[in-house]
């Protein structure tokens, strides 16, 4: 496996320090393929468009990186890079693609299915996509890319209780640990659900940042616990991209979708008592 290049040439990579911060731009990836399923379109991206998302931002003067790097040098121009779930198309198409810019990302491992089947994925023929196992886990970490907790058993955190997310998330970070040697620095909520207690479960369990979806441009004054990232369209070209990175989503579905999360809430913890036996 090819060695990623840390930085990109030339501007991209400078620093400076006097002035402020700067808002980050986080793209959430899935899958890089091509489906047979419609309904999980919306969450994977074509090769080609992938390459040529990525090829337009590194045109464009952004350092290509992951997410606890990318927090680490607030004043950078750069775009974070991130994938849920640790599908095996990582590795086979969005790695080379990574590769070919000198672009970093981070890859968010829900650890019980490390190796398995996407079985969480209820209605999806992609619940049979196979995810990575734990040695080429090993290797990508060893290679730059970082690994990141997307929970244990990919549940909805917010809405089960405090002593099972507890357990979720530890047992997470401790598989990672276990089995690749590295403490994971960053997690990524299941289906971007968080709540108070839950961020408070993941900075207790050692975790230094915490993604959900959110559709916006993270702030520097924001939490490092409630990351928001930008959903990136299958469709995005070149210009499309770029105008993302810069503005985050303007749409007014998605601003409607924030003003929704109480409701939606309510109603998932509804169905999970239920499927508990109330």
Not at 208 to 218: N, P, W
Not at 243 to 255: K, N, W
Request: aromatic share 8%; with cysteine; charged share 20%.
């Amino acid at each position: 496996m090819t060695t990623l290049a840390t930085a990109l040439p030339g501007a991209a990579s400078g620093v400076l320090d006097e002035a402020p911060p700067m808002p980050l731009p986080v793209l959430m990836y899935h899958s890089v393929g091509d489906s047979v399923s419609a309904d999980f379109r919306s969450w994977e991206v074509p090769p080609g468009v992938f390459a040529e998302q990525l090829g337009a931002l590194a045109a464009g003067g952004y350092h290509l990186t992951g997410l606890t790097d990318a927090l680490a040098h607030p004043h950078r121009r750069q775009v974070a890079i991130t994938f849920d779930d640790g599908f095996e198309d990582f590795v086979t198409t969005a790695l080379p693609a990574l590769q070919t810019v000198g672009a970093g990302a981070t890859l968010y491992i829900p650890t019980a299915y490390a190796g398995r089947r996407a079985t969480w994925l209820d209605g999806y023929s992609e619940r049979n996509l196979p995810l990575l196992g734990w040695a080429d886990l090993a290797d990508l970490a060893g290679e730059g890319i970082e690994l990141g907790s997307h929970g244990h058993r990919h549940l909805e955190l917010d809405v089960v209780p405090t002593a099972l997310a507890r357990y979720d998330v530890t047992a997470s970070r401790r598989m990672i640990e276990e089995k690749t040697g590295r403490s994971p620095d960053s997690f990524s909520y299941p289906f971007g659900y968080h709540c108070a207690s839950v961020r408070h479960v993941v900075a207790a369990a050692g975790f230094d940042s915490a993604c959900e979806v959110g559709y916006r441009l993270h702030q520097p004054t924001q939490s490092r616990f409630g990351i928001s990232r930008l959903v990136v369209d299958r469709a995005a070209g070149a210009a499309d991209i770029l105008r993302l990175v810069s503005l985050g989503h303007r749409d007014a579905f998605t601003s409607a979708r924030r003003g929704l999360r109480s409701g939606w809430r309510a109603y998932r913890a509804a169905r999970w008592r239920l499927g508990r036996g109330g």
